[in-house]
């Protein structure tokens, strides 16, 4: 289908049209084992208007139901498809799911896919059905099933979050976020990774982790210690190093670690953690990398003075709105 097919089929599965919900089952079969399935997904999302969640929740009733009559004509390897289907774009879209009934090879298996949020300022914990611990970040969003199915324990995130991984041998847990996915089978990392963020990190603890882009189909294997950050705009994998347990402790004591951050980053980071709002007028400001540790409780004026200790920057503050602009000299 061309794109713009594609996008009309995409908004109709939000309607009570019967036949929409056919017309998206048909769409799964055919191009749920493409390659540049996600690729696509995620280009047509940026250029589609957020959906109502309550009609947005229909949607996926709708097509529930209709899984069904698939059911009785199609093959196992066929449903199959369908079920991977479902799981990227619920993924992608990232709203409220209810229940998806998944029907393989004449059984049933119920999976309900739970939904857990933060807001600004708050953490979260998080327990998975197969013991492992998650500490959302502030603004973050999980997706997650009631119950691991199938050879791999997957779980789908934008924002952050430390992840305490069981050890499973046989079941690799997987961490999808975007065009990155984080495979693991036992560890503990921290991942930040917000829609409007310049680059995705990854820093791992404890164990072993290996990264999968899945557009160009590259994979980084990590070592603890390690921090691999993703540039969006280049696509291009970064490696950094740091000190794995002062970095847990940081951490756990609530603080904050920058390792090589660009200070537009940073700036969204306190955003999230503060409730503020950061205008940065200058790109060159922006673009200013550091390193940085703060394990003090340090608010996010003290924050910024300490980043500002060369005096380049002009930091003015108005309510809960923070401008920074190149200081002229």
Known sequence: MLEKENKELFRKMYDDDETSSSLLG?????????SEFDTMMLEL??????????????GYSRFKKNLKNYQSRCRRDTLKRIVRGIERVAAILLLPVSILMFYVGGTTTEVEWL????????KMEVILPDGSGLTLGPSSKLIYPSVFNGNERKVFLIGSAYADVVTDSKRPFIM????????????EFQIHSYEND???EVALVEGSVSLHNKVDKRDVTMRP?????????????IRKNFAAGYYKDILENGGFQFVNQRLGDIASCLERHFGVTIHIDDD??????YFASFINNENVDEILNVLNAQNY???SRKGKTITITRRNN
């Open 225 to 237: 210690g390690d921090i691999v950050c993703y540039d969006k705009s280049t696509g291009n994998f």
């Open 176 to 187: 999808s976020s975007g065009n990155l996915d984080v495979r693991v089978y036992g560890t």
């Open 284 to 289: 060159g400001v922006r673009d200013e990398r």
């Open 26 to 34: 048909e769409w799964l079969l055919t191009n749920s084992d493409d």
């Open 45 to 58: 999302l940026d250029s589609t208007e957020y959906f109502d969640p309550v009609s947005s929740s229909h």
């Open 198 to 200: 310049s680059e995705v």
């Open 115 to 122: 939904e857990a949020n933060t807001s600004s300022g708050q």
């Open 313 to 315: 920057m002009e930091i």
